[in-house]
């Protein structure tokens, strides 16, 4: 039977233990993530670039797209193009807490600046925020769309001339839990909370797209006399 006296140091071994084990783990499937995608990219056509990617330029006010907001690092990351747009796809992990969040995210590129925005799901802690500090911009056409989300710009007179009431009821139909942010000639799009697996990749990327051709085909993205 172990003395009290080395309790300490057997649990302190057993943490050490745990820690490596954890750690190994964490290792394998990061391997494995990336020998699938690496897999996908081939099969949708797209450049696998691994870690070899700073991440889209980017101005530093304002802080509105999460690219901007936390400090993180890229992974997987894979370039190519669909439907005339130009795309990368990639997992984004940034620190929240003492834990961190990885999210797969996918940017698009085009000439046309959008105004600064930020959208989600809306939730109860937001309608109490909003009930407080009146930020959300919502719209008396489409009620249910702003019952769902949450939209914030330090531009609302260009981001309501770009949620036009046929783009906000396009909107209103997805159940996924769509973040879309906006930032100069960068559109980025996500679904809050968790990476998208290897196998979802391709029908991802497609339904992201379709979302961001309809956003750059808005009425209010045009300028004026075009």
């Known amino acids: 039977m172990a003395s009290n006296g080395a309790f300490p140091y057997l649990f302190f071994a057993g943490a050490l233990a745990l820690t490596t084990a954890i750690v190994a783990i964490s290792i394998f499937y990061a ?17 696998f670039v691994g870690k070899n990617w700073s991440g889209p330029s980017l101005s530093s ?39 961190s969040v990885t999210q797969t995210v996918v940017a698009f590129f085009q000439d046309r600046p959008l105004p600064p925005f930020a ?73 809050g909370g968790r990476p998208v697996s290897p196998y979802d990749m391709p029908a991802f990327l497609e339904s992201a797209s379709a979302v961001a051709r309809t956003l750059f085909a808005s009425d209010g993205l045009r300028k004026p006399g075009a």
């Open 61 to 99: 006010q304002p802080r509105i797209s999460l690219l901007q907001r936390t400090r993180g690092r890229f992974s997987n990351v894979m370039t190519g193009s669909s439907g005339g747009l130009q795309i990368s796809l990639f997992d984004y992990t940034y620190p929240m807490g003492k834990s």
């Open 31 to 47: 391997k494995k993530r990336t020998r699938e995608l690496t897999a996908v990219a081939q099969q949708i056509g797209f450049r």
């Open 119 to 191: 959208l989600r799901p809306e939730n109860f802690l937001d309608r109490i925020g909003d009930a407080i500090v009146h930020n959300d911009i919502d719209f008396d056409s489409n009620p249910e769309f702003s019952k769902r989300y949450l939209l914030k710009s330090p531009d609302e007179a260009g981001t309501r001339r770009l949620f036009t009431p046929s783009l906000l009821t396009y909107l209103e139909q997805f159940q996924t839990n769509w973040h879309i942010e906006g930032s100069g000639t960068i559109l980025i799009v996500y679904r």
